[in-house]
């Protein structure tokens, strides 16, 4: 390998772990907010004064 590709490589696979993790990240945050939302409405819930 010389000088001039080792940049180069470094840089594909720093670019192809980035994807890899932005990827997985997209995928995830809908589901964890999801539940982070379920749980809100929950405890909101409890927290109201009950009504007779």
Do not use: G, H
């Amino acid at each position: 390998m010389d000088v001039i590709s080792a940049p180069a490589v470094i840089l594909s696979a720093t670019t192809a772990l980035l994807y890899a993790a932005t990827s997985f990240v997209v995928r995830v945050l809908p589901l964890v907010s999801d539940r982070a939302n379920e749980r809100a409405v929950r405890l909101a819930k409890a927290q109201r004064p009950q009504s007779k």
